[in-house]
T-cell receptor, first 112, second 114 residues
């Protein structure tokens, strides 16, 4: 069974731009969570989607948003990029909301 | 909300020795405690987990123990090998509502010296 896939793997953007990251969960998994990983703050929860509904949201500004499609694929969007948004963005899927989470390889976003 | 503390932040051992990483959590409602291994350039990989109705779980050279009363859990790696070198993260997850999310520790960089 294929693992979690994330595209693109690397991205360079300029301050003020917006970006969309994509995540395809493991086949059959209905829950997708997004995390931001930085050296200073570690792994921080962004939001979780289950059956196209946002179930949970972390403490990030409204510039960070996401959605989930009927096939469980998910996208996250960051608008008006800031230098501090440079990070590894990780997506994790699970069979159900309370289940084991499996991570993708991440998208490395660099904001210049 | 939940707060997870992880120690030590770095750990260096000789090949064949044991390694122990400890985590404490704050929310007594948390009931799921996974451990992840992250190698350079990769996403975290689930290596073992434990639920609050179990005190210990073992999988070959890896074991996890949970003390619900003290709200701490530990990862034990025996007979360490150089390929065990990575960053290890502990996490805690609650049972419902806004607790349906993983809160991670800051990570432990484990180096196994040949």
């Amino acid at each position: 069974k294929a693992g979690v896939t994330q595209t693109p793997r690397y991205l360079i953007k300029t301050r003020g731009q917006q970006v969309t990251l994509s995540c395809s969960p493991i086949s059959g998994h209905r829950s997708v969570s997004w995390y931001q990983q930085t050296p200073g703050q570690g792994l921080q929860f962004l939001f979780e989607y289950f059956s196209e509904t946002q179930r949970n949201k972390g403490n990030f500004p409204g510039r960070f948003s996401g959605r989930q499609f009927s096939n469980s694929r998910s996208e996250m969007n960051v608008s008006t990029l800031e230098l501090g948004d440079s990070a590894l963005y990780l997506c994790a899927s699970s069979l159900e909301a309370a289940g084991e989470q499996y991570f993708g390889p991440g998208t490395r976003l660099t904001v210049t | 909300g939940e707060n997870v503390e992880q120690h030590p932040s770095t750990l260096s051992v000789q090949e064949g020795d044991s390694a122990v990483i400890k985590c404490t959590y704050s929310d007594s409602a948390s009931n799921y405690f996974p451990w992840y291994k992250q190698e350079l350039g990769k996403g975290p990989q689930l290596i073992i987990d434990i639920r609050s109705n179990v005190g210990e779980k073992k999988d070959q050279r890896i074991a996890v123990t949970l003390n619900k009363t003290a709200k701490h859990f530990s990862l034990h790696i025996t007979e360490t090998q150089p390929e065990d070198s990575a960053v290890y993260f502990c996490a805690a997850k609650g049972s419902g509502g806004s607790n349906y999310k993983l809160t991670f520790g800051k990570g432990t960089l484990l180096t196994v010296n040949p």
